[in-house]
């Protein structure tokens, strides 16, 4: 089973960038639909995006289609999140959650497998 680490958070400007990682173990990573969650203060968790376990199929939010990326390399066992011309909306803790072999789902309950957590603040 996978274990999963995110890392990459931080505080930045309106319109900046920032690219999370999450490094995950074991060898079945291959398997796993990979996505990025996030939670605002006082809001829901939601998926912000998702990549299936072949990279073929990706999934984004409406927010932030056209802004972030979302991308996977197996031989490192690491999913990435590129963030581009971030908004302060976005400020939250991003959360990466996998689930084996199963289709990229928005709701949190459907994955098994998630990290700890990584903080993105944007200023204004």
């Known amino acids: 089973q996978v274990q999963l680490v995110e890392s990459g958070g931080g505080l930045v400007q309106a319109g900046g960038s920032l690219r999370l990682s999450c490094a995950a173990s074991?060898?079945?990573?291959?398997?796993?639909?990979m996505t990025w969650f996030r939670q605002g203060p006082g809001k829901e968790r939601e998926l912000v995006a998702g990549?299936?376990?072949?990279?073929?199929?990706?999934r984004y939010a409406d927010s932030v289609k056209g802004r972030f990326t979302i991308s996977r390399d197996d031989a490192k066992n690491t999913v990435y999140l590129r963030m581009d011309s971030l908004k302060p909306e976005d400020t939250a803790v991003y959360y990466c959650a996998a689930r084996q072999y199963l289709a990229i789902a928005t709701g949190p309950s459907l994955y098994d497998r998630w990290g700890q957590g990584t903080q993105v603040t944007v200023s204004s």
């Open positions: 074991g060898s079945t990573f291959s398997r796993y639909t």
């Open positions: 990549i299936s376990a072949n990279g073929v199929t990706t």
